[in-house]
T-cell receptor, first 114, second 114 residues
Framework: SAVISQKPSRDICQRGTSLTIQCQVD?????MFWYRQQPGQSLTLIAT?????????ESGFVIDKFPISRPNLTFSTLTVSNLSPEDSSIYLC???????????FGPGTRLTVT | AQSVTQLDSQVPVFEEAPVELRCNYS??????LFWYVQYPNQGLQLLLK??????LVKGINGFEAEFNKSQTSFHLRKPSVHISDTAEYFC????????????FGAGTRLFVKA
């Protein structure tokens, strides 16, 4: 299992600015994932962030808008750049541990763009 | 490509009644099947999973699910629900061929009434 924390838990940002979300895991993990959960909707994978390699982005998500860092096996950041109201969502990080294919999720970061 | 269809967006049910939340999936490669639960204002947590073996899997809080390969279904059931089961339930499929990726269904809101 894994315990994941995210910072900030919520933020209100102005249009055109950026927000960086931090994800900290209590154990070393290879695979980390960033998801977006828009209001009342399901989770959509933004990117996979494996330590030691560039993040892999899903269709519809680009590095310029969602740059990701993965400096070590317990930490990652997601930046949401050039914010617009459409970016208002909950952003979640998750990890897969132990080869069981199940994921552990952080509590999420609720972003509101005004 | 993978897809997940949760056939009911909302399921209202009285306390102590049985419930079934339906999930169908499609995939061109082998996948692993999961149900995750999201309680109000909380992160996602694993309810149960099917990787291989017995097609009936049991999870936490008295939930179980049955994998039906011919019908490509993975329905979630509980014989008697409690008020505390009120939550959003997500069916998910994970592939590990061509890269690890999880697709989530749209979610089913289970509302348990007294």
């Amino acid at each position: 299992s894994a315990v994941i924390s995210q910072k900030p838990s919520r933020d209100i940002c102005q249009r055109g600015t950026s927000l960086t979300i931090q994800c900290q895991v209590d154990s070393q993990v290879t695979m980390m994932f960033w998801y977006r959960q828009q209001p009342g909707q399901s989770l959509t994978l933004i990117a996979t962030a494996n330590q030691g390699s560039e993040a892999t982005y899903e269709s519809g998500f680009v590095i310029d808008k969602f740059p990701i860092s993965r400096p070590n096996l317990t930490f990652s950041t997601l930046t949401v750049s050039n914010l617009s109201p459409e970016d208002s969502s909950i952003y979640l990080c998750s990890v897969e541990t132990g080869g069981n294919y199940e994921q552990y999720f952080g509590p999420g970061t609720r972003l509101t763009v005004t | 490509a993978q897809s997940v269809t949760q056939l009911d967006s909302q399921v209202p049910v009285f306390e102590e009644a049985p419930v079934e939340l339906r999930c169908n999936y499609s995939s061109s490669v082998s996948v692993y099947l999961f149900w995750y639960v999201q309680y109000p204002n909380q992160g996602l947590q694993l309810l149960l999973k099917y990787l291989s073996g017995s097609t009936l899997v049991k999870g936490i809080n008295g939930f179980e699910a049955e994998f039906n390969k011919s019908q490509t279904s993975f329905h979630l059931r509980k014989p008697s629900v409690h008020i505390s089961d009120t939550a959003e339930y997500f069916c998910a499929v994970t592939r590990n061929t061509g890269g690890f990726k999880t697709i989530f269904g749209a979610g089913t809101r289970l509302f348990v009434k007294a």
